[in-house]
């Protein structure tokens, strides 16, 4: 049996430039942390010749092309395996759907697991290549390169999306003492409801590509901001990184109506009244996480929980993609 395991994401700054419609004229950049929440996957070889996969639906097959889930076909054909005597289940931490980065999380999870089966050593920046190629090329899906590469790669790092599609990573330097109040006053909650995010990155997609001025605009606004976040995070100056997310919010709402709602709004407004010096929902918008920085933690928890919300309580990943067990 061979388990692996791939950390979900929160998104610190830059977010949306990471999508190939924008970083290939532009170049993008999105600073992005792993968290100690994860998707697992597990392989086993079995007496049956069927392929048999758990995730929250059950196929049993006996070729490639019956695979109903998209991902998991299109990594068999990538690590070229053959899909009989093996049992692919998948657990997560958090549900699909709520701005985490799962798919990324799931695809190089699984990638990791079939390279382990055939005793193939990939290096970080392979496996998330390898998981961008199949979820953006080959499957068309309008997403960005940042879920995967964070999934791999763990840690609070930036990464530098290239015109040529080269990323360039950079792990950043934060002070202990920082480090350890990020952690501790980045509070989550749960919105109480998902949505899939391709809609409303469909949507961005299509305007980056025919050059839709306010879109092109708005993300080369967001990718300063992802660089001042990351200043003001390397610098320990946390409030400045607050008042950069909470700006970052505000024109993130700007590039489609479904991005927010009135429930979401209100559950901002309140937070913001109640000590989160800035915020943000997390992911492509419309459900899902908000995301605060607070200095007034209990304060803020006691509002949030009457609201209705939930917090999940998080800390930071700093290996990425790993193999948990093999035997």
């Given at each position: 049996?061979?388990i692996t395991?791939?950390?979900l994401?929160?998104?610190?700054g830059?977010g ?16 992005a942390?792993a968290i100690d ?7 086993h070889?079995?007496?049956f ?11 049993r097959?006996?070729?490639l092309?019956e695979?109903?889930?998209?991902l998991?076909?299109?990594?068999l054909?990538?690590a ?8 692919i289940?998948s ?7 709520t ?5 990324g999380?799931?695809l190089t ?11 193939r050593?990939?290096p970080k ?6 998981a ?5 090329d080959?499957?068309?899906?309008p ?5 995967q590469?964070?999934a791999?790669f ?6 530098d ?5 080269t990323?360039?990573?950079?792990r950043l ?5 920082c ?5 501790d006053?980045?509070?989550?909650f749960?919105t109480?409801f998902?949505?899939s ?11 980056s590509?025919e ?10 606004f967001?990718k300063?901001l992802?660089?001042e976040s990351?200043?003001?995070l ?8 607050a008042e950069?997310?909470?700006c ?8 489609s109506?479904s991005?927010?709602?009135?429930l ?11 000590g989160?010096l ?44 790993v ?5």
């Amino acid at each position: 049996m061979i388990i692996t395991r791939s950390p979900l994401r929160i998104s610190l700054g830059g977010g949306g430039t990471d999508l190939p419609s924008y970083y290939r004229e532009y170049g993008g950049l999105v600073v992005a942390a792993a968290i100690d929440k994860y998707v697992y996957i597990t392989l086993h070889q079995t007496f049956f010749e069927d392929l048999i996969i758990k995730y929250s639906q059950m196929e049993r097959v006996r070729k490639l092309d019956e695979i109903q889930h998209p991902l998991i076909r299109e990594a068999l054909k990538q690590a070229d395996q053959d899909a009989s005597y093996l049992e692919i289940t998948s657990m997560s931490d958090i549900p699909a759907g709520t701005g985490l980065g799962s798919s990324g999380s799931f695809l190089t999870a699984l990638l990791h697991a079939l390279h382990v089966q055939t005793n193939r050593i990939v290096p970080k920046n392979e496996l998330a290549e390898q998981a961008c190629e199949i979820e953006i090329d080959r499957l068309g899906e309008p997403v960005g390169k940042q879920d995967q590469y964070i999934a791999a790669f763990g840690g609070i790092t930036c990464f530098d999306f290239c015109k040529d599609g080269t990323v360039v990573v950079e792990r950043l330097q934060l002070s202990p003492e920082c480090l350890a109040n990020l952690e501790d006053n980045l509070l989550l909650f749960y919105t109480g409801f998902t949505r899939s995010a391709s809609q409303i990155l469909r949507e961005q997609d299509r305007k980056s590509r025919e050059g839709d001025p306010s879109m092109i605009e708005n993300l080369h606004f967001v990718k300063e901001l992802g660089i001042e976040s990351k200043g003001a995070l390397e610098t320990g100056d946390l409030r400045r990184f607050a008042e950069v997310m909470d700006c970052h919010w505000r024109h993130k709402k700007k590039r489609s109506n479904s991005m927010s709602n009135s429930l979401i709004n209100d559950c901002y407004d309140l937070a913001r009244r109640n000590g989160a010096l800035g915020g943000k929902l997390i992911g492509a918008g419309g459900g899902g996480f908000l995301m605060f920085y607070t200095e007034d933690k209990t304060r803020l928890r006691r509002v949030m929980r009457q609201s209705g919300l939930r917090e999940v309580r998080v800390r930071f990943d700093f290996q990425g993609t790993v193999l948990v067990t093999q035997s």
